[in-house]
């Protein structure tokens, strides 16, 4: 009778463990530097991550995309305005903005290049390889990051999915294709960002990934929050 009540919780755990979502912290902090005539302090940031089958939540202080791929629909929630905006996959900028922001961000675009380094370094329990990135436009930044394969999800889907989230940082269609050549999850980033004559750091560090029961709701739009046709200025700088 125990060895069965033991053979029942186990499968129970089991069973709990994987169904459970995948949850991903990272933490961001960057230095103070000084711009605009005006010293702007270090900032610290948290991002989570949910990730169930083809669902995606992205989750910043200002702003929430949740992604579904079954769907087809993205939606860019603005966390502080309460409002957001939903369009089908692929994610076509065109769709969502007014052709004057449009103009203004493909003559911004980010652009920039991958290069693997051949480097190998343990950051926590993850075995990584170093990735090296110049980023041309619209300002300079060196940045290395270290991506492991060691994860518990797929990483290529997860990563196809950032390609949409990708473009509402207004990244070119070339440097998203440049950056699927990294090879697993990017656990470490250190950028150094070079503007107006000035440099100043950023890093980014995975602290957790585990299975986690999410909160209900984190794959849905909250609770009344008002639906727009197009983002703003506002949205897109909301982070």
Known sequence: MKKIAVYV??????TVFI????HIQEK???DSYYYGGTVQPASDSTIEIWLKDNRLAYITPGRIVLVEQNAKLISIINRR???YVQTSLPLEMKNIVS???LAMLQSRQVAGEVKETGENKKINS???VGFEVQVSQPYALEIKHWATVDVPFDWKKLNEMFSDIRKLGNYSDAYIEQLRQIKGFVVCSDVEIFLQGTS???KSQVLEISRKKPPADVYSIPD???KNEQLTIQDLRNR
């Open 200 to 202: 100043f750091g950023s």
């Open 224 to 226: 009344g929050f008002k």
């Open 9 to 14: 919780l186990c499968l129970f755990v089991f």
């Open 19 to 22: 169904t459970a979502d995948i």
């Open 99 to 101: 052709a004057e922001i």
């Open 81 to 83: 305005e309460k409002t």
């Open 126 to 128: 993850w075995q990584c």
């Open 28 to 30: 961001t902090h960057t």
